[in-house]
């Protein structure tokens, strides 16, 4: 559904094309064409975002003088239409002593524009853009106001601009909060990302932090933005294994009416859904004082209610007692009795065995599917399956498995953590089919974390759910909202990358690009409240060339089981592809599709109800051993029945949204210049592609 005042708002800003400042060529391999990179340098998360002065400001987390993340100081970019933007000089630096040594990283944050001046920082002129950022000190010191500090405390100091966010001065009396309240004062080293709003029904201001080890978020209160109040914490809930980031709180009133929600978003690295960094939140009501999850946004760490156990390991009792079929490795062994953070049961199947670099496989009885999902708490390695060499020498996978009819449906690899995170299998299609459960370990632990392990397989009638993921991809982070845009307009950055390999990515002179801002929006889902994202109601402003507008109705099927669509093609594009479902297992679109099978597959799987990306095959991997994947969302299909998938591609990135904004996957990829293809695919019996439109992006440099 599209958000009409949002519309409103940014038609009246027009479009202002912009030059950077800087002389890059912007042509580098795997530079993006239209999604914001620096020209040079390390960039992470975004900060300061605020709508102020005609200006949509962009600042974000910087490194001035190198492509890892060091130095963190806020660089700053600007624009009028949330597309194009001016790179302006750093605008916050790292504070360094006399002998030019950093002492104090300048980390994320957030911007408000003070409009009372209840700081008393403005010029008296115009209101003044007040930063409040998480320090990160590196040594112990005295600060100039006397105050104390030590090497790795975090803390939140402010600073001020009049000039619109290029130049700021850091305020006298930072850390405006030095440590975290008792009983958490001994989180000082772990208190960061501050994100402020006015809230208007108490007329002050609020901000809410990150406890990110003891997995809370802190909210304060302030008149002035000098002197903070404590008021509550929220947490630990759903997805706790890593550090809580950059949380972020916002209301926002459901699609169709009903009343107003507060939603609470917060980044967990690592032990998001695949591995590495992603962006959980909660829905529910925020009184001023405490934000309070609903009740279905909080999962819970048992079983889900009224769930048969198809397999219950409590016994240790042998595989084959049970009647698994171990081979290698698995052949004679037992389940593993063994303590691991979140698992429910002490015996686990573990693929440890006779240690890291066993091999083996394990293949349950025969089941037949009665229920709709099917769910287990898994952890370990991330190894996920690739069917290209599945099975064969070079199959790295650590995975759990859905057979039916010989073919796996559903696998799912470990999270990359020594603990256990609940999956959830979509199964509703398959009720009445034979199905096995196979665990596979193929890995050998030569490149580490060799194995997985797997809990209780339960079958249920609603799905076991670890969190409320924002997006389902492996490259969506630290994600913030816009300040001073109406509650219509809530618009999200997030960071298109990932910390397991964030800092490897082969781009050159920078590293580190911004996903294309999003529209946040709360549906009713499945008797739910959640929210639901689109590319931003601007993104037209940067189509090219109409390339592809519908099809008329492009049968796949055996005999054509994938068809080139020749006139759409190329690096940038805009992708919105309808299908109907027929009898394939899965079917969808191929992109930035090349020589030697190279692509990136989108897909759908009407069985199992989930959105894919497949980035497998998509192009260079070889910088980081946990990089290749395939990345699912649950995703129903239309009330009509078909699938809508809009996909936006672009040198070196994928973003996937299913459904009108219900389901979103965001993958980088670095592929070869030349893979330029798009072909649709449906595997294993038909599918329709009802209709495409497909749009070449501008560069917007
Ligand atoms: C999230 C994060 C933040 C921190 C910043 C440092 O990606 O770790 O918690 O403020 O990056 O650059």
Redesign the pocket.
Known sequence: MVNRSGIALFASLGLLATVSARAESYKEPYRPAFHYTPAVNWM??P?GLIFADGFFQMFY?YNPVGTV?EN?AWGHARGRDLLHWTELPVAIPAVRNAAGQYTD?I???SAVQDRQNSSGLGDGRRAPLVAV??N?YLADQTLPNGQHVVAGQ?GVSIASSTDGGISWSNYAGNPVIAVPPAPYADQAGAF??PKVFWYAPGHEWVMVA?L?NIHRVILYASDNLKDWRFLSTFGPANAVFG?W??PDLFPLRPQGGGAEKWVLMV?I?PGAEYAG?GTQYFVGEFDGKSFTADPDSVHATTPPAGAEIFQDFSSGQSYAALGWTGTGAFAGASPAAETIPGSVTGHVIDSFLTGDSAVGTLLSPAFTIDKPFIDFQIGGGSWPRDPATAGTASDKEATVNLLVDGRVVHSTTGNGLGAMSWRSWDVSGLRGRKAWIEVIDANDGAQGFGHIFVGDILFSDTPQLEANWLDHGPDF??TVTFNDLPESARTAVG?MNN?NYGQVIPTSPWRGQMAIPRSLSLRNTDGRLALVQNPVETLPLLHGALLERSVGNMALDAEHPTRTLDRISGRQLDISADFVPGGADTFGLHVRSGANGERTEIGYSPRTRTLFVDRTRSGDASFSSGFKGRFEAPLAPDRDGHVRIRVLVDTSSVEVFGGDGAAAITAQIFPSAGSVGVDAFAENGSAVLHAIDAWAMRDIH
Do not use: V
Request: glycine share 8%; charged share 15%.
């Open positions: 992470n998360d900060n987390q993340a963190q990283l980390f994320s944050g950022y998480a990160n975090q960061r990302d990150a990110s550090a980031e950059c980044g690295n960094s982070y630290a960071w910390w």
